[in-house]
């Protein structure tokens, strides 16, 4: 093959590449935002306070805990997203882990401190700035300490309350 002729076969190639990239281009401007689950744009605005006088399902529920958690006894809570919420067991496995950082001394006060500040202490294996980190403004007290209670007494393989 004589080089002018390489030279106008690479050339063609070249185009076609780029309208190639071209279209791909108009393709990711032209198309609509994906559109993510819910939960992804859930914002302190969309919810209301709960106060904690709710049923446990609910306070569990409202927040979107489900959406990323699996909790033995919730219905539909078979998240993945975040690790499983069965602190009986894995709470105390967290506090002795050399890489905590945190200030609780007890799996009830591991469990607050999670809910109020995720990224004090990520969990291996799990992505560090998914869970949202307002539930401090959007959780009562109370609706804390009953979230606390119910998760501190769930234990791997556990099904009912
Ligand atoms: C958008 C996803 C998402 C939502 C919603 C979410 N979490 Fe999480 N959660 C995570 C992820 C991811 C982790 C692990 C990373 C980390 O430790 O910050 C986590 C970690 C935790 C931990 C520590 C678990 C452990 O094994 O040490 C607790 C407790 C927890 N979440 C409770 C809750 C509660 C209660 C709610 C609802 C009020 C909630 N989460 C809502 C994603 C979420």
Redesign the pocket.
């Known amino acids: 093959m004589r080089t002018r002729d390489r030279l106008v076969i690479w050339i063609a190639i070249g185009l076609v590449l780029l309208s190639v990239v071209w279209a791909l281009r108009d393709l990711r401007v032209s198309s609509p935002a994906p559109t993510q689950p819910t939960?992804?744009a859930?914002t302190p605005e969309m919810m209301s306070l709960v106060t904690g006088d709710e049923p446990l399902v609910e306070i569990?529920t409202r927040?979107?805990?489900p959406?990323?958690?699996i909790i033995p006894g919730i219905p539909g809570a078979t998240?993945q997203?975040?690790?499983p919420?069965v602190?009986g067991t894995?709470?105390p496995q967290?506090l002795n882990d050399p890489g905590y950082r945190g200030q609780a001394k007890t799996v009830h006060e591991?469990?607050v401190e999670?809910?109020l500040e995720?990224?004090r202490?990520?969990?291996r294996g799990?992505?560090?700035k998914?869970?949202?980190t307002w539930?401090g403004s959007k959780?009562s007290a109370l609706a804390l300490e009953k979230?606390a209670s119910y998760?501190e007494r769930q234990t791997e393989g556990s099904s009912a309350p």
């Open positions: 939960i992804l859930l569990l927040p979107g805990c959406v990323c958690h998240g997203v975040g690790p919420l602190l894995t709470g967290r591991y469990i999670s809910v995720p990224q202490f990520v969990v799990y992505p560090e998914a869970m949202p539930y959780l979230i998760l």
